[in-house]
């Protein structure tokens, strides 16, 4: 399954609430993303058949190995991309919105780049 900006986006707020909860539910997604019930409840559906997500009997929701794996490289990446744009004086809400949208369409050879700027300066 290739993955679209959307599930990316989904699967780095589970990641993000399980930083804080082992206990996350759909629903927190909900509140986090400021989506309905049924949007979520769709993406979680095919997340899950695509074995980036398993749902316990519960409905807690974690994180695959391949869907931690992109949550993490996504998650690394828009706190890289903030902070470096923090740093170019952009402030802290704008730079974290714009990181949102950066994050998913950078390539990798950028990331390592500015990376590598902000280690270095």
Sequence with gaps: ??????????????????K???????????????YSKPSVSRAIGLLKNGGYVVVDGEGHLSLTEDGKEIAEKIYERHTMLTQFLMRLGVSKETASEDACKMEHVISDESVEAIKSYIENN
């Design 1 to 18: 399954m290739n993955l679209q900006e959307s599930g990316e986006m989904y699967l780095e707020t589970i990641y993000v609430l399980t």
């Design 20 to 34: 804080n909860s082992s206990n996350v539910r759909s629903i927190d997604v909900c509140e986090y993303m400021g």
